[in-house]
């Protein structure tokens, strides 16, 4: 199974700051790495998929990049509806397919 | 557009049973590998199951083989969880979803095991 760690678990960041979100697998997982938005009560929003490539209607302030076992996700300048928890996602050897325990951004 | 609408879940008591479905439209469903994703309150999200287009491919999380069953019916879009045994920890909003990334949700059925 594909371990995925995602790092801070918490990061405080003042709107209109950068943000800068880690998750890193337990073996290579090339770019089959997905990035995913949760507000409170709401399901996952997917924001990122094949490492860095954004899904329909994200703006561009998101972007990722990574390869093979360490992947990053950057908010450019965090809006107030940014705050939210961030979860990563492996699909390159599954079963299981396995998520990162997520970062939750918050408001500094 | 692509919609999967969950339903079937509630209370249920340790040991109990649940059946879960999920309809799908906006899409050839019969074309497409269909899983279940699970998140307890407060925590991160945990891969439940997984079924090939024609069902004859299924994988199971080890913490719940033995004890969930996945099943679809092409004809009828729909998708199901039948969940035997149920214990505490299988408290969590259940959603079905198209692997391999997740690009549409549903609002999900929350499962509450209880007594």
């Known amino acids: 199974e594909i371990v995925m760690t995602q790092s801070p678990a918490t990061l405080s960041v003042s709107p209109g700051e950068r943000a800068t979100l880690s998750c890193r697998a337990s073996?290579?997982?090339?770019?089959?790495l997905a990035w995913y938005q949760q507000k409170p009560g709401q399901a996952p929003r997917l924001l990122i998929y094949g490492a860095s490539t954004r899904a329909t209607a994200i703006p561009a302030r998101f972007s990722g990049s990574g390869s093979g076992t360490e992947f990053t996700l950057t908010i450019s300048s965090l809006q107030s509806e940014d705050f939210a928890v961030y979860f990563c996602?492996?699909?390159?050897?599954?079963?299981?397919?396995?998520f990162g325990g997520g970062t939750k951004v918050e408001i500094k | 557009q692509v919609q999967l609408v969950e339903s079937g879940g509630g209370l249920v008591r340790p040991g109990g049973s649940l059946r879960l479905s999920c309809a799908a439209s906006g899409f050839t469903f019969s074309d497409y590998y269909m899983t279940w994703i699970r998140q307890a309150p407060g925590k991160g999200l945990e891969w439940v199951s997984f079924i090939s287009s024609n069902g004859s491919t299924i994988y199971y999380a080890d913490s719940v083989k033995g004890r969930f069953t996945v099943s679809r019916d092409n004809a009828k879009r729909s998708l199901y969880l039948q969940m035997n045994s149920l214990r505490a920890e299988d408290t969590a909003v259940y959603y079905c979803l198209r692997p391999y990334y997740f690009d549409y949700w549903g609002q999900g059925t929350l499962v509450t095991v209880s007594s």
């Open positions: 073996q290579n997982i090339r770019r089959s």
């Open positions: 996602q492996q699909y390159h050897n599954w079963p299981p397919l396995t």
